[in-house]
């Protein structure tokens, strides 16, 4: 086996090693389509170079073709991975008519007008513009995460790397004259260098984002409740705290409240259960509207509900209180205990607190707001 021949293997092999990786993470994790889409690029490229190297050149155009196609298909299926991720539209027909312009344009060159600079300078560019549109779409997301610079870094160099070839291509001083020299030529050499850079930098990060992306699919999953939607117990103690901490002169005030359905045993006793869920879930809902974006709202045990207002004086945490109360129109009606606190206060007080007043408000006859103010008694207790 010649040294040429095992350079070749070189990228083929890669392609090959990854494709089947993506693959059999896309079997385990069907939702993760865009691993598919990398799969797909990996197997398209290894093909293309397998074509272009390893095959023999017979009928020389069709492999020419043969091989751009896989080229080509394959960094469209590597940049589609990223879009699906963030699910943005993939532009398909975009895609299909980009591909058929340059098969018919280096089919002109190898047959009409042969012109190897001509087939070099067509696929140069065809490589660079889907790189460059999926960074222009990756660069519009307003929410970028963690994971989602990673994978703009990697495009980024993968434009760098696809600019850089045909400035190697025609500024360096080399033959194209046949097709021999084009295969020993730097050009050659850099392609190849290009397409293992990328394939690997391309394969770890999104192999990162893929970790990434489960961990905090994780996080949300042990965060959530799955029922209502709000944040759970832990979520919200979580969450909660964390507002509690940051020291904003501005929040002077805390208020947080416990909405407790009135009598729901009895309606899951007389409408079952399956009604008994409906009635959470639209209360959820309904706190969630009324209490607002600034709110932390959490379920934090069966029929029972925590709010925090993190920077709400006695009006206006009473205002949404009534309204919560007062508004929610369905099989049963709910009781409120709500806490208002004008120096720092722990969560695990205010909670404390909260609750007397809720069991005052039940006391009291139910679907009523009680409302106690936290003080440095409450605190050290
Ligand atoms: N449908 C449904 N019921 C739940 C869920 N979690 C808890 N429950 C029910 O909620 C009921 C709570 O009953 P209690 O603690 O006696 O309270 P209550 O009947 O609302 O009475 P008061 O709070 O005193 O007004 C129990 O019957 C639980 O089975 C849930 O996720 N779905």
Request: aromatic residues 10%; neutral net charge.
């Given at each position: ?67 751009n ?13 990223p ?6 539209p993939?532009?398909?027909r ?13 089919f ?11 087939r070099?300078?067509?696929m ?19 929410d ?7 994978i ?57 984002a ?10 949300h ?40 359905l009135?009598h ?20 959820a ?40 109360r ?6 049963t ?9 004008e120096?720092?206060a722990t ?15 039940k006391?009291?006859g ?11 008694e409450?605190?050290?207790?």
């Amino acid at each position: 086996m010649s040294g040429q021949l095992l350079i070749s293997l070189l990228s083929p092999s890669i392609g090959a090693l990854f494709f089947a990786a993506f693959y059999l993470l896309w079997r385990n994790q069907p939702k993760l389509n865009y691993s598919l889409s990398a799969a797909l690029g990996f197997l398209l490229s290894a093909a293309g170079f397998i074509v272009q190297d390893i095959l023999p050149a017979w009928p020389y155009e069709l492999h020419r073709i043969a091989s751009n196609f896989g080229f080509l298909a394959g960094v469209c299926a590597f940049m589609a991975a990223p879009l699906q991720r963030r699910h943005i539209p993939i532009p398909v027909r975009s895609i299909i008519l980009l591909i058929i312009a340059t098969m018919t344009a280096l089919f002109w060159f190898l047959t009409i007008q042969p012109n190897l600079a001509a087939r070099i300078a067509i696929m140069s560019v065809s490589l660079v513009v889907p790189v460059a549109v999926t960074l222009i779409l990756l660069l519009r997301v307003s929410d970028q995460r963690y994971s989602d610079r990673l994978i703009l870094g990697v495009v980024w160099f993968t434009l760098l790397l696809s600019m850089l070839r045909p400035v190697v291509a025609f500024l360096l001083p080399q033959s194209f004259g046949n097709y021999t020299a084009l295969e020993q030529s730097t050009y050659w050499g850099m392609v190849h260098f290009s397409y293992v850079m990328m394939s690997v930098t391309l394969a770890i990060v999104l192999f990162v984002a893929i970790a990434l992306d489960l961990i905090d699919e994780l996080h949300h999953q042990a965060t959530t409740d799955s029922l209502s939607g709000l944040l759970n117990r832990r979520g919200f103690e979580s969450a909660a705290n964390s507002a509690l901490t940051v020291s904003n002169p501005k929040r002077q005030f805390k208020a947080l409240m416990i909405a407790d359905l009135d009598h729901f045993k009895s309606i899951n006793d007389s409408f079952g259960h399956a009604a008994g869920d409906q009635v959470i879930k639209s209360i959820a809902r309904h706190i969630q509207v009324i209490a607002g974006d600034t709110a932390i709202c959490g379920r934090i045990g069966g029929e029972e509900f925590a709010i925090l207002l993190p920077d709400h004086d006695e009006t206006m945490a009473a205002d949404i209180a009534e309204s919560i109360r007062r508004d929610f129109d369905s099989l049963t009606t709910i009781s409120i205990g709500l806490v208002i606190s004008e120096q720092p206060a722990t969560l695990s007080s205010l909670l404390g607190v909260a609750d007397k007043a809720l069991y005052a408000a039940k006391k009291n006859g139910r679907n009523q707001v009680f409302i106690l103010h936290h003080s440095l008694e409450d605190q050290e207790a």
